[in-house]
């Protein structure tokens, strides 16, 4: 009976460990597609009112939302290049060119 028990639980564990894993890469979908859909609003809308209240929105809360030097020099495109060197150690709050 031990053993059946101790069987089952392993199941349970195996099958959350999946859910778990699905639902991470759900998420990371959803990640990119709502990524994918902000860059082309960036780089391709023509709505005039829309594009740069949206840029502007972003150069307001991505310098405290990305805390690690390497994601911000992801979005160097966006907002220009930083004119310094910034290690991924460093977390503290960055503002990027208008």
């Excluded at 991470?24 to 209240?53: E, M, W, Y």
């Excluded at 390497?70 to 990027?96: K, M, Q, V, W």
């Amino acid at each position: 009976m031990a053993e059946r028990l101790a069987q089952l639980e392993a199941q349970n564990k195996t099958l959350e460990a999946r859910l778990g894993q699905q639902e991470r890469v759900c998420n990371i979908g959803r990640k990119v597609l709502l990524g994918a859909l902000v860059l082309q609003h960036l780089h391709a809308s023509h709505d005039p009112a829309f594009t740069p209240r949206l840029a502007d929105g972003l150069r307001r809360e991505l310098p405290g939302f990305l805390t690690h030097g390497a994601d911000r020099a992801l979005f160097d495109d966006l907002f220009g290049a930083h004119t310094e060197s910034i290690s991924d150690n460093d977390a503290g709050p960055d503002t990027f060119p208008a």
